[in-house]
């Protein structure tokens, strides 16, 4: 019964474990090669949605690299919309100036939290900033944001897990499932 809390919530699977396992190893591959010149490669993973992904993702990167996070949020809408109202929940703990800077996201919906982030980013002038996103829903795209490296385009739907969360939780399933319609959260 615990084991499938999510069921209630889950209308399909939209990317299964093994098929985002075997993107995910494409990705570190192709960025082992972009970066295989750079020294001071600094992957920054954006809180919390992204950490599964980094933490996969790095395991394929052969390049000496090292990771910092960042963690962003949202704010004055409801949990299923994103605004244009970003803010920094917690900060980078170096500096990245001269860094070549590769930024790892669970998702670009709107586009206005990675627009936020690379503005922030600019002011700090590393040597180059790249974006690797897991998922990206170009149909909602409000803000336009260049990515270097994008796992799987999806249809504009709710998703969750592989780090993504619905209200807090799942983000520990290793698939990416479709939210039902209408379900509703208790806070
Ligand atoms: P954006 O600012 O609209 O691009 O939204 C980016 C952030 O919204 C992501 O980093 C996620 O935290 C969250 N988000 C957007 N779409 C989804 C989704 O389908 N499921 C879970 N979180 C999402
Ligand atoms: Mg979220």
Redesign the pocket.
Known sequence: MSDKAYAPYLDEILIDSETLQKRIRELGQAVSVDYADTKDLLLIC?L???VMFLTDLMRHIDVPHSIDFLA?S?YGTGA?V?SGR?RIDMDLRQDIAGKHILIV????????????ILNMLATREPASVRICAL?S?PS????D?PIDYIGFEIPD????GYG???DERFRNLPFVGV?KPNVQFED
Do not use: P, Q, W
Not at 157 to 160: E, G, Q, S
């Open positions: 954006v919390k949605g992204g962003i949202s299923r994103s970003v996201e669970d998702i670009i919906d709107s586009g206005h939290t990675l627009n936020y998922l829903k909602r795209r409000e803000v944001i739907k709710f998703v969750f993504l969360d619905l939210a």
